[in-house]
């Protein structure tokens, strides 16, 4: 019967405690990687990585703070467990929002950023008046369109805020009202026939502006002409706004011919 060699047999010792001592060492360093792991998830979601201040600027008419709450991005929420895209999307389905921007910051803040619509007219609806900014978004349905610009007749159906309108003689109509200071636009109606044709009244003036074509330039120069001055009542007709009419109101005159009364015949 052969017998191992002795120092055979202490290699194969050597070998097999050393493949031990290697799976020993996978063993615990999976076991610290898993420990290291579930403390770092225990970390991000404790209140030490949680957040603690929710910071919103640029809202005045919408409502960032509900927006917020219905997502839990509020204080003591896991600042890992912010989404800012889903945020910023939530917010821009106001319709009162132009854009928004959300910002977190490790360890536990959140920036809120929200670019409101500016409105520059009321407009006629089928259901009541539609304020609506300079590019056709409605952001607002109104009652009464008291102290501002309005904008009457051929307006598309089916407004809602939310929606954008994008009539080309509404949005002429509009870019018009942008384009006036502010205290002339205030008082300031703009009527659209059937064929989109322009009539703007303002105060006592009545002011032809044709197609919507160079509102801009029509704005401006109607604006130059009100600054002069222009007799209560009179026309203005500015479809080419480097060639401005004006035509003052007709004096009232006394029919200096006037027919006596009749006098009936005596007997």
Request: proline share 7%; hydrophobic share 45%; no cysteine.
């Amino acid at each position: 019967m052969k017998t191992m060699d002795r120092r055979m047999a202490e290699r194969r010792h050597r070998v097999t405690e050393e493949r031990a001592r290697t799976r020993l060492r996978l063993v615990i360093g999976l076991v610290a990687l898993v420990g290291l792991a579930a403390a770092g998830f225990a970390l991000v979601r404790s209140p030490l990585l949680s957040v603690d201040k929710v910071t919103v600027t640029g809202a005045e008419h919408s409502d960032p703070a509900a927006v917020l709450a219905r997502l839990d991005v509020v204080p003591g929420t896991p600042t890992v467990s912010v989404n800012a895209d889903a945020v910023e999307a939530a917010l821009r389905a106001d319709p009162w929002v132009a854009d928004a921007q959300v910002v977190v910051s490790w360890p536990g803040s959140v920036d809120v950023e929200v670019t409101e619509h500016v409105p520059v007219a009321a407009v006629t609806t089928a259901g009541g008046y539609a304020y609506v900014t300079t590019g056709g978004a409605v952001v607002e349905m109104l009652d009464d369109p008291i102290g501002m610009a309005l904008i009457a007749g051929n307006v598309p159906e089916n407004i809602r805020p939310g929606t954008t309108i994008s009539a080309a003689a509404t949005l002429g109509a509009l870019e018009f009202i942008d384009w006036l200071p502010g205290d002339i636009a205030r008082v300031t109606v703009v009527s659209i026939d059937e064929a989109g044709q322009l009539t703007a009244t303002i105060d006592d003036l009545t002011v032809r502006l044709g197609r919507a074509r160079e509102m801009q330039s029509k704005a401006l120069a109607l604006a130059a002409l009100i600054g002069h001055g222009l007799a209560p009542g009179s026309h203005v007709d500015i479809t080419a706004p480097r060639r401005p009419a004006v035509a003052n109101p007709q004096p009232e005159v006394e029919d200096e011919g006037e027919t006596p009364p009749e006098v009936p015949p005596t007997d």
